[in-house]
């Protein structure tokens, strides 16, 4: 079966705080070389992977954004006749095929929420490029891209008191919505689809994915459901409640996070050994 790489992008292609992405660029080059087809699958919004899909020298690949929320195929590569009859539509040069509820339709559902917790929580509407770049590390211009969501809305807890923020927490759940909190502060709202329920109809909708062996690669807790339903799954990093959740005793888990951990697992599952980065 031919390999195909599903992928997160923070922590994996991309280093944790700086965002370099340098060292897997000889990879990527091989990889495309060898006909082995790169997939991202990442919290990122739709303008913040097609800006990587070009700093990786990648063209007309399928990228998945927001957590599961939508699934981009490229016009240009085979797809069934049927495609829109499962969902999905054209747009621009994609067909998209769409799990998750679209910012409007979220904030629509928790306007009475946003409006009673100003004072405890800034929303989405009030987060600045500024802000988001301070928190996360990302350059201001891509902080712009990050907040160009389409299916998800952000807030920052203004309160250190839990009993307020667990309030709001359990009152967004209870409107049927998920909740994805970062290591940075800035919580995600978002309807109920995941990573797993992305790759799983991604190949309900074509067929090559179904005869592939998909490799899918991440670090965190929202790539459990990716992991778990991958032909083969790797964790980047050693985290305990990842392995838990994804249930499965072929994980494949490496020491640490980031680009040169993503090169090394993917080399060797991929046979090529020359590009491990050694010491």
Known sequence: ???VIMTDLDGCVLDPGTYDYKTVLPLVERLKKQGIEIIFNSSKTRLEQLLYIKRLGLQDIIFIVENGAAIYIPKKK???ESINDKGCFDK???YVCVLGKTIDEIKKMINDIINDYRDYIMWMDEITPELFSELTGLPVDESVLAL???YSYLFIPKTEDKSIIN???EKIKKRGLNIQISGVGISQINGKHDKGKALQLLRNLLKEYREAHIIAVGDAMNDASMLRVADTGVLLGVNPDV???VERYDLVIMNSKGSRAWRNALARLTGNYDLVVRG
């Open 148 to 150: 160009k969501r389409e």
């Open 92 to 94: 621009d040069d994609y």
């Open 243 to 245: 392995i838990a959740r």
């Open 1 to 3: 079966m031919r390999p």
């Open 167 to 169: 309030e709001v927490v």
């Open 78 to 80: 085979a797809v069934e």
